[in-house]
């Protein structure tokens, strides 16, 4: 079920981290807001330190940290710019002739749909479930997980930077904006997770 091809995942694994390092670099210069930029990476810096500091003792499959490091990718890029002011959310907003810049729903659905299988798989790993709770669960994980980073970031926001809420909660004028974003997030985890049963299903057919 989950891959550990010595030899190909080293590489792999290496390239990974290399691409992120390389990236999180070059989005470290000059981003459009220096405060911003360094709240919005306190939760990621922290979610890599964590799974650097864990790997020797428990380590994912090459698929989660494809996934991972995915995510990690479009939120460097949201940091960099604010996720309000992300040029290709201002080029989807025009050509869909959208209200507002998309970025920020796009990666709170990316963050439900590429997370949502590494959460699985620490879920059977570690807690050992099975049949359709090993469905159920990861999706109503990610929903929990959504609710409470908005909560942390609206602390974060208020107790570390107060003056730049609006801009690292990327609410652009929208007072229902946190839901929005859990739904977001809710949905993209439900589609992957129906995606990997279907998948799972026909290949024992």
């Known amino acids: 079920m989950f891959e550990y091809i010595s030899g190909d995942?080293?590489?792999m694994l290496?390239?990974?981290?290399?691409?992120?390092a390389g990236l999180w670099i070059l989005l470290?210069?000059?981003p459009y807001d220096r405060q911003d930029w360094l709240l919005e990476n306190l939760l990621a810096l922290a979610a890599v330190t964590t799974l650097l500091l864990t790997?020797?003792?428990f380590q994912l499959s090459t698929s989660s940290y494809v996934l991972i490091t995915t995510f990690l990718t479009l939120h460097a890029i949201g940091a960099h710019y604010t996720y309000a002011e992300v040029p290709f959310g201002f080029w989807l907003q025009g050509t869909f002739d959208l209200v507002r810049n998309p970025f920020d729903?796009?990666?709170?659905?990316?963050?439900?749909f590429l997370l949502v299988l590494p959460l699985r798989e620490l879920l059977m790993r570690l807690g050992g479930i099975k049949g359709v709770?090993?469905?159920y669960l990861p999706v109503s994980g990610m929903v929990a997980q959504s609710g409470v980073f908005e909560i942390l970031e609206a602390l974060v926001a208020m107790v570390v930077s107060p003056e730049l809420g609006t801009a690292y909660l990327g609410t652009q004028g929208d007072e229902w904006d946190a839901q929005?974003?859990?739904?977001?997030a809710s949905v993209g985890a439900v589609i992957m997770i129906l995606a990997q049963g279907f998948a799972r299903r026909h290949a024992h057919q």
């Open 9 to 11: 995942r080293t590489i």
């Open 55 to 57: 790997y020797r003792r």
């Open 28 to 30: 470290a210069i000059d």
């Open 180 to 184: 929005k974003d859990m739904a977001a």
């Open 133 to 135: 709770w090993s469905y």
């Open 105 to 112: 729903r796009i990666v709170h659905f990316a963050y439900g």
């Open 14 to 20: 290496r390239g990974l981290i290399v691409w992120y």
